[in-house]
């Protein structure tokens, strides 16, 4: 039961906004979401009309099996909200979530998030959004690049898939909120890349010492502008396999201690060995 939330209408591929009526008293609404996400990105247009909406509840009538970019345009009504409520037993299955949420910069919480199978960019540039995350029993091969980019508010380190293979570049880039990332469920990636980048409040980092193995090409700037942190622990890092667009390259790990004002230990750096490493 959903009390207090007014029942809008269907948001397809058919969708018919002459039917809809500005109404300025309606905080809260329900959205059924149908027609296998044709069109879903149209949501935005329903806002149109319900200036002071900052809730929407989602169902489905069994048709969506992706929820990508359904706030991809028009930020000026996304913005408008600060929760997404997805209706307890309607979303049984996996789901793309790729660019979901992005740019939804005063969403604060998400009720009932579906499992995922695809997470690139599906929080990013949330600026107010700070929950726990559970995404342990997500796909082995998910990418999560850009997944928190711009989370700057976010306190909560998110459980990640058990055995990630998957890339990560700018997973958590600028979550200027996060003093601790627990990352020890994955079991190596194939491009770290500016992963904590500007994580300027970051002081440990679970699992670190275990993440780039020998099929990871890409780590340059990693640590860039970690600003907090004081002491790294890099023993069980296999780079031998840095390799940036085809070739050996000092970029592929360059940068990757820039800006650190508090590093004063780097362990295991003595025994890594790099095509280069610059910027540092």
Request: hydrophobic fraction near 30%.
């Amino acid at each position: 039961t959903l009390s207090g939330i007014n029942y809008i209408t269907k948001v397809g591929k058919d969708i018919d906004t002459t039917t809809l009526t500005t109404d300025e008293n309606i905080t809260t609404c329900l959205i059924e979401l149908t027609n296998d996400n044709k069109g879903t990105s149209r949501i935005t247009e329903v806002l149109a009309y319900y200036p002071n909406c900052n809730h929407i509840a989602f169902y489905q009538d069994g048709s969506v099996t992706s929820l990508s970019q359904i706030f991809q345009t028009n930020s000026t009504y996304k913005n408008q909200l600060t929760k997404i409520t997805f209706v307890e037993g309607y979303f049984p299955n996996d789901y793309s979530m790729r660019f979901t949420f992005n740019g939804c910069q005063n969403l604060e919480k998400i009720v009932n998030l579906p499992t995922p199978n695809a997470l690139q960019n599906a929080f990013q540039n949330c600026y107010k959004l700070n929950q726990p995350f559970d995404f342990s029993n997500a796909p082995t091969d998910i990418s999560i690049d850009y997944t928190f980019g711009g989370c700057k508010a976010l306190t909560y380190s998110p459980k990640l898939p058990n055995g990630m293979t998957g890339s990560m570049s700018n997973c958590f880039n600028h979550c200027e909120s996060l003093t601790t990332i627990d990352i020890s469920n994955i079991q190596s990636t194939s491009n770290a890349g500016q992963t904590f980048q500007y994580c300027t409040k970051l002081t440990k980092i679970i699992g670190i010492e275990k993440l780039i193995a020998t099929r990871t090409q890409v780590a340059h700037s990693i640590f860039e502008h970690c600003e907090s942190l004081e002491s790294i622990d890099i023993s069980g890092w296999d780079t031998s396999g840095c390799n940036q667009l085809g070739t050996p390259s000092s970029y592929a790990y360059g940068g990757m201690f820039s800006s650190c004002y508090k590093l004063k230990t780097i362990t295991g750096l003595n025994n890594i060995k790099f095509s280069g490493l610059s910027g540092g």
